[in-house]
């Protein structure tokens, strides 16, 4: 049971350009959700988060949107540059015994940014 | 600063034994979450340690087991190991402040360890 789907599995877009990452979820009770950026060989690290009190939140290049009604959200970053290019996954929690919070991960998109 | 050091970084095992991997947190964190990463798919949590005592589990058999330290650092082991354990397997440490917001935005993985059983 995939509650976190990124149903586009990879994605190329031209340097520059803005590039859109989408993500669905099917739990309603995650209320957190959370971008992180993988790059071969390495861990993932946390790029940006939306609380499900918001719709958007912005920082730097990167925003997220977060639409409850449809169980969607999408990351935008404008303008895409070459060290975008990586691997995003989409993560969502849902609320737990104080502190004791669990991330649930999609499959992950490979974005590759063309120069 | 060291960030999340994990060891070994790979490691060959056949089916049927067991396996321990090891983990340290970030300077200053002091709780550990194990993650198993297989091919293709997104990290899928395990269980997750603070104060010495897991606190959450996943989705996974009593096969996974783990520990923390006092020291923080922890340990994850698998027993009886199947084919199907093959995988990248990865720690993250947090600060439980007990503040009561989520530290997941400051959750800082590791390298990983990826393991792979014949």
């Known amino acids: 049971d995939q509650q976190v789907k990124q149903n586009s599995p990879s994605l190329s877009v031209q340097e520059g350009r803005i590039s859109i990452l989408n993500c669905d979820y099917t739990?309603?009770?995650?209320?957190?959700f959370l971008w992180y950026k993988k790059y071969p060989a390495e861990g993932p690290t946390f790029l940006i988060s939306?609380?499900?009190?918001?719709d958007k939140n912005e920082d730097g290049r990167f925003t997220v949107f977060l639409n409850k009604s449809a169980k969607h959200l999408s990351l935008h970053i404008v303008p895409s540059q070459p060290g975008d290019s990586a691997v995003y996954f989409c993560?969502?929690?849902?609320?737990?015994?104080?502190?004791?919070?669990?991330?649930?991960f999609g499959t992950g998109t490979r974005l590759t940014i063309i120069p | 600063d060291a960030g999340v050091t994990q060891s070994p970084t790979h490691l060959i095992k056949t089916r049927g034994q067991q396996v321990t991997l090891r983990c340290s947190p970030k300077?200053?964190?002091?709780?550990v979450s194990w993650y198993q990463q297989a091919l293709g798919q997104g990290p899928q949590f395990i269980f997750q340690?603070?104060?010495?005592?897991?606190?959450q589990r996943g989705n996974f058999p009593d096969r996974f087991s783990g520990h923390q330290f006092p020291n923080y650092s922890s340990e994850l082991n698998v027993n009886a190991l199947l084919l199907g354990d093959s995988a990248l397997y990865l720690c993250a440490s947090s600060l439980n402040a007990g503040t009561g917001v989520s530290g997941n935005e400051k959750l800082f993985f590791g390298s990983g360890t990826q393991l792979s059983v014949l």
């Open positions: 340690y603070y104060e010495e005592e897991e606190r």
């Open positions: 300077s200053g964190h002091d709780t």
């Open positions: 939306i609380s499900s009190i918001k």
């Open positions: 993560a969502a929690s849902a609320p737990a015994n104080f502190g004791n919070e669990k991330l649930t």
């Open positions: 739990n309603s009770m995650f209320d957190y």
